[in-house]
């Protein structure tokens, strides 16, 4: 989906990935839990706990201000 979504202008490794998924449920960001196990391999599932979702948003906001700062800098010669 990332992939798809940036129409194809960021990848992401699956290692990368799995790194980034195994440090936000070591730091209590998101949960798991086994799905159902029905013609082959048991998948985990993860979904972003209530935790989680007040550190996005507070990345959220740290990102806005820093395209406040950056952007002027940015459309300089536009002025």
């Given at each position: 989906d990332?992939?798809?979504?940036?129409a194809?202008?960021?990848?992401?490794?699956e290692t990368t990935l799995y790194s980034a998924?195994?440090?936000l449920q070591k730091n209590g960001m998101i949960?798991?839990?086994?799905?159902?196990?029905?013609?082959?391999?048991?998948r985990t599932y993860y979904h972003i706990n209530a935790s989680g979702?007040?550190?996005f948003?507070?990345?959220c906001e740290e990102w806005a201000l820093t395209q406040a700062v950056v952007d002027p800098f940015i459309h300089w010669?536009?002025?």
């Amino acid at each position: 989906d990332i992939e798809r979504i940036s129409a194809g202008k960021y990848t992401i490794k699956e290692t990368t990935l799995y790194s980034a998924i195994a440090r936000l449920q070591k730091n209590g960001m998101i949960d798991s839990y086994l799905g159902d196990n029905s013609g082959g391999r048991q998948r985990t599932y993860y979904h972003i706990n209530a935790s989680g979702l007040a550190y996005f948003h507070e990345k959220c906001e740290e990102w806005a201000l820093t395209q406040a700062v950056v952007d002027p800098f940015i459309h300089w010669e536009e002025q």
